[in-house]
């Protein structure tokens, strides 16, 4: 089943049937695209997709735009929308911040539920998404499933990990970095933002992200997890696995799925074409239709 | 110019809307942007080109609300395997724009819109699907702007970093090709081999067929000249930008020498190049991604049919 719906995923399925709209959030217009499903069940859950923030947002559009299309074929109602100051929704990207985001997140958890006529929510995040789409969790009750792809753990680590990244690539194109990561977060302090890869950090963001943390986000989540490692490593990462155990350990009947992919992308470059991953979307797909069907 | 959220670009947020396009691969999403109803409207469609329609800082979606808070109506939208829209993930090639997606877009504003003046905007590749769009609608199209793409068939690009990373692996990958069963060594040999002779006769013909016909106009690739004649039959106004220390620019070179040479006076008083200190083609450099799109927005403006009486009235404005 899941071979003829990745075959027509992506190339000449009936994405036509999509209902892109814009809905409101705290007084902010947003973009988001509906799924309705072919399938329509009785009270099925929703999948929403939480994005990353800034390039990281465009990298992964493409694979949450096809992974909502299989889960829609495969009979599942599915949402994504863009955050405020992202993609094509009204706002300042040096406007958004932590808050902001999870704010979006409920307006569009709320938002897809109205639209699917479901009661329940299944969240798919990825990167960053995964501390917006946790914090949302933890204040809403209507999660029964978490999908999290190669989660970021800590706000912190996120933006200096993107930092280090951005001066390996100037190694990579012969340039030698003038600068430290500890001086440009010293640069982002003084000057507000700083320029990153084609777009900016601002310092908004930064701060009032810096203490996101999933783990704790999740400290009271006892559902269905599938933790995707997005990684060249054979071992999963240690964060991951502490994730894992944290979870298992809130409830001894929940078991943490792990899927582990190897092929990784620069997720702060946007390549040309996108990135995109079919074992994931298969597997992703696969593990909410067997969560469903049970 | 103010790129921040002034309350005239607010406006133009709640004015969009929406559309998916049919294109020869599946759906293609996109925005459309509706023109400001308190400005004169321009009577012309910008179709943005990008990969995808928020890249580089959202830069696409602010010039789509300026240039529609300038009377303007705007379309941005993602090509096939990208964002949003369906088709597959192809690998894009300089010397093959996709002309099919802007011809379906041009095609889809005429046709579910009533549309029917049009404006293009690229950078480096988009600028080529944007110019390939004058192929087939020259008759439609006021003005293209074209930016630091590359034009050569023989592409003077440096060698890219992928290749570089493959290359480092090299030793690696003959222990494993040792280890294969003889079979399906001679099939990756044969493979191989085929690749190598199709690359070379792809990058070696047109210059060697150059050489020998002493022509330099045979460098150029042959979608770049087969595009360009098109937009000097057409009517459009066109402006291409290019940075002096660019790879792209001294492609370009070939082009100004050949092509542009040959055009009469009237012809080329409508096709402007303007070529800017340092690097344009670096698509990272966000500040000078904007000074790129500030210039796109104001040249774009003066296509407007008002555009005197709108820029008086402006200068008038700040004065006050």
Known sequence: MFDRLMRTVGRQSDAMRDRPLFFGSHGQQLYGVFHPTRKPGVDRPVAVFCHSVGLEHMTSSRLEALGARAIDGMGLPAF????????????????????????????????????????????VA?????LVAAEAMRRRSDAVALVLWEPVHRGRDFFRDTLRNL???????????????EQSLLLLEREKCIELFGTYLHLTLYRSALEGDLEASLSAWNGPTLLVQIQKRQKLSPENARLKSAIERHDQRIVVEVLQIGDEPAWSMFPHPPYVSDDLIRETVGWVHGLVSS | MDWSQASAQLEREHAERPV??????????????????????????????????????RMGVDTA?????????????????YGESEGPNTVMRTKKPWRDQAVAVIRFLRETMGLDRFVVSGFCFDGLTALSAFQSEWHSIDGLVFIAAP?????????????????????????????LPVAQK??????????????????VRPALLAIAKGEEELRLSPAFRKSFAALA????????????????YREFQVAERTLFAKLDSETCARLEIEIWPGQLHVPQATGVQRQILTRTVNWIETLHPSYEFLSSQRLSASNL
């Open chain 2, 151 to 179: 034009v050569l068939a023989d592409t003077l690009q440096p060698i890219q970093f992928r290749y570089v990373g493959r290359a480092r692996n090299f030793s690696e990958k003959i222990q494993v090709f040792l280890k």
């Open chain 1, 80 to 123: 994504r929308y863009h955050a405020r100051g992202h993609g094509d929704s009204e706002g300042d990207y040096r406007d958004v911040t932590f808050h902001s985001l999870v704010e979006d997140a409920i307006a569009a958890a709320d938002q897809a539920r109205r639209l699917a006529g479901a009661s329940s929510v299944i969240w």
């Open chain 2, 65 to 81: 609300r300026l240039l529609a808070q300038r009377g303007f109506s705007c379309l941005r939208f993602d090509y096939h395997g």
């Open chain 1, 167 to 181: 001066l390996f690539s100037q190694v990579a194109q012969n340039q030698r970095p003038n600068t430290t990561v």
């Open chain 1, 126 to 130: 990825t990167r960053f998404g995964s």
């Open chain 2, 20 to 57: 998916v396009i049919p294109g020869p691969q599946g759906a293609l999403f996109g925005i459309f942007t509706s023109p400001a109803p308190n400005v004169p409207p321009a009577g012309k469609s910008v179709i943005l080109f990008g990969r995808n329609r928020w890249q580089r800082d």
């Open chain 2, 233 to 248: 039959r057409s009517r459009a106004r066109a402006l291409f930008l290019y940075g002096i220390d660019d790879n792209e």
């Open chain 2, 186 to 203: 001679l099939r990756i040999v044969e493979q191989t081999m085929r690749r190598c002779s199709e690359r070379t006769s792809a990058v």
